[in-house]
């Protein structure tokens, strides 16, 4: 392999036409680029960003769901000394207000993004009161549709391996997020470490739908590729939400070796796929699929291997693995070739301190946990506290980390970086495990993070939404994520202090899941009255016990009630469905699986998840082609204001 100080080497060195890049948009639909072409656009690129003022050091967001816009941009900026800043575009309002407050902790931003995504930033802040804060973000956008000539080329910026490279900043977060600042340093040290960890060749082919904005999806499956000078895929996230079988049927037809997914991706191939039977699909050519980024759950593992192994997908190839930005990505591999190993111990022995207690798999009281490896090359882990103790083989602690590849720090935040800093400055990654065997085993987090669909969710983020949207006042609601293992992901739950008449809690139970659902895009599961959320003495929330107590059941008999009071729906019977109605209530239940929607059900109210809500747009899509954006069933909640938006383009 190459030798290489930066990423900006690394494209030069590799800048080849014998490697290339493939971007999948569709079953027929693809765009395929050599390593030389990305490297001459990214040049191209680079023109346009220094003839509109950008210098070595600007920060550049890149506001786009586009992929292939989306690396020409990177790239661009790589080359330019420019930093780039990935932020996901999404669906809801959630996405748009990080938007804005990663703007107003950057030095001197500036945007590119293309007119649609332009149009709602502006829409966003008129709704919100911010247009301001608008101005700023249009005086300084790039837009795709004024890009498209790259033939041009700018002039390229002589980087070393301590400069910013990009930032990525924390994803699923409504507060304000933190930037982790990354070096080229730590970006080939980490990649050329996950190579070998994962025993990359030049020889293997990699496929990936995870959006370019998450780190897996930006490092692990496009910059490793490039320095480890291997030919790739990626796909569009939209498409596996919309087709996740197309995932697996793509790595057949492209004998992709190298392929991943966190835990949700898993469960929503295995949904699509029921009791179907692929034909054709031959997964043999698959050496490692690398299982992160979210809790691994070990009954998801071997199911979805079980239902694939009939199609020559190995048991082998399973590789749960931990990683996380502030590590620029890889912390620990198990030895891939082997099959994915499992640790049995005692669920009520958990805590900080507690000695391991291993149990057989069969006993009622184990939990079982991947055990996810070895620290991959110049990484340190050490399991201990915050203040610098360090605990022995088996005992449950914080996972602390050290070594080149980790982050120096946030962007501009000297007090997020400190926080998260021991005294002899090993890094609190916040999540718990303990080592057996030099072997690193996670057991959950220190800090309250709820996981959905990949990303972070923390609980006073979401408890902030509800109090901005609703009559909810400030200490009066809480909410905590449960781990449910029959679903395979965390359990929402939202405490609420309420004390008045029962039948009017309905409407905040409802107000709540379609406020959380409309502007996170999460899935309510259960709203729950209580009488007081408990608090420390220094007035922090005790969310842990009122999870304990839901656990315990404590809360049934009142949920039984509830249950029973929103089932009954106003219906008007005289009311006459047109044919289109009629259309759309029967495409809209296909995609849902334990309830019906009615004329005027309230999408977000019923808790449709943003996976489901792709699901039903995708059957729309297919009985009304292009009529219908995803977008659009933010704006029309209901089949009956959706039918009415459509009349004028849909014959009824």
């Not at 082609?625 to 009415?644: A, G, M, R, W």
Request: aromatic share 10%.
């Amino acid at each position: 392999m190459s030798s290489f100080n930066t990423l900006i080497e690394a494209l030069e060195q590799h800048s080849t036409d014998n490697r290339s890049l493939t971007f999948i948009e569709g079953k027929d639909k693809e765009t395929n680029i050599t390593f030389k072409q990305l490297h001459q656009r990214a040049l191209g690129m680079l023109y346009h960003f220094q003839k509109k003022g950008l210098k070595p050091g600007d920060e550049l967001i890149i506001y786009l769901r586009n992929n292939e816009s989306f690396l020409d941009a990177f790239w661009g900026a790589i080359f330019g000394g420019i930093i780039p800043v990935p932020v996901a575009v999404g669906i809801s309002d959630e996405h748009r207000s990080k938007l804005y407050k990663i703007v107003n902790k950057l030095q001197r931003p500036f945007i590119y993004t293309d007119k649609e995504n332009l149009s709602r930033l502006k829409k966003y802040a008129g709704e919100n009161e911010i247009e301001n804060e608008f101005s700023k973000i249009k005086k300084t956008a790039i837009l795709v549709e004024e890009t498209k000539d790259l033939s041009l080329q700018g002039e390229k910026h002589n980087a070393e391996a301590g400069d910013v490279c990009f930032i990525q900043f924390s994803s699923g977060s409504t507060s304000e997020p933190k930037g982790v600042v990354l070096t080229h340093r730590n970006l080939i040290l980490n990649v050329l470490a996950k190579g070998e960890a994962g025993g990359y060749t030049k020889d293997d082919i990699s496929l990936s739908w995870m959006p370019l904005t998450h780190d897996m999806g930006l490092i692990g499956f496009h910059i490793n590729m490039i320095v480890c000078y291997m030919h790739h895929h990626i796909m569009a996230t939209e498409l596996f939400s919309r087709r996740p079988l197309l995932w697996l049927q793509k790595v057949s037809e492209k004998k992709a070796s190298v392929i991943c997914s966190p835990n949700f991706g898993y469960k929503h191939f295995l949904k699509s796929l029921g009791d179907k039977q692929l034909d054709s699909m031959d997964l043999s050519c698959v050496r490692v699929i690398l299982n992160g980024a979210e809790p691994i759950s070990t009954r998801l593992c071997d199911e979805f291997l079980e239902r694939l192994a009939p199609y020559g997908l190995k048991s082998s190839s399973m590789l749960p693995v931990y990683g996380l930005a502030e590590a620029t990505l890889a912390v620990a591999f198990p030895k891939w070739g082997q099959d994915y190993r499992s640790a049995h111990v005692d669920r009520h022995k958990l805590k900080i301190g507690d000695i391991v207690t291993y149990l057989d798999e069969s006993n009622v009281n184990t939990v079982s946990f991947p055990i996810v490896g070895f620290a991959v090359p110049d990484m340190e882990i050490r399991i201990g506290d915050i203040d610098g103790k360090v605990y022995e083989e088996n005992i449950i602690g914080s996972i602390l980390i050290n070594g080149p590849t980790v982050t120096q720090g946030y962007y501009s935040d000297e007090q997020a970086t400190k926080a998260v800093m021991t005294p002899d400055n090993w890094f609190d990654t916040g999540d718990l495990g303990f080592i057996s065997n030099n072997e690193l085993i996670i057991t959950g987090r220190s800090k309250e993070i709820i996981f959905a669909h990949g990303q972070n969710y923390y609980p006073h983020d979401l408890e902030s939404i509800l109090i901005h949207n609703n009559d909810i006042e400030l200490g009066k609601v809480a909410v905590y994520g449960v781990w449910d293992e029959s679903r395979q992901r965390d359990e929402l739950l939202v405490f609420v202090i309420f004390r008045g008449d029962f039948k009017d809690f309905v409407s905040i139970v409802k107000q709540v899941t379609f406020v959380l659902n409309e502007q996170a895009g999460l899935e309510v599961d259960q709203v729950i009255p209580v009488n007081r959320i408990p608090k420390t003495t220094s007035g922090k929330f005790q969310r842990r016990i009122l999870a304990a107590a839901f656990t315990n059941g404590e809360y049934d008999e009142v949920l039984q009630k509830l249950s029973v009071l929103l089932a009954e729906k106003s219906v008007d019977e005289n009311e006459e469905l047109t044919t289109l109605q009629k259309s759309l209530i029967e495409v809209c239940n296909s995609a849902l699986e334990d309830q019906k929607i009615s004329l005027n059900d309230n999408f977000f109210e019923m808790g449709i998840s943003s996976l489901v809500l792709a699901e039903m747009h995708q059957c729309i899509d297919d009985v009304y082609p292009d009529k219908v954006d995803i977008t659009d069933l933010f704006e029309y909640q209901t089949i009956k204001d959706l039918s009415v938006f459509m009349e004028e383009t849909v014959e009824s």
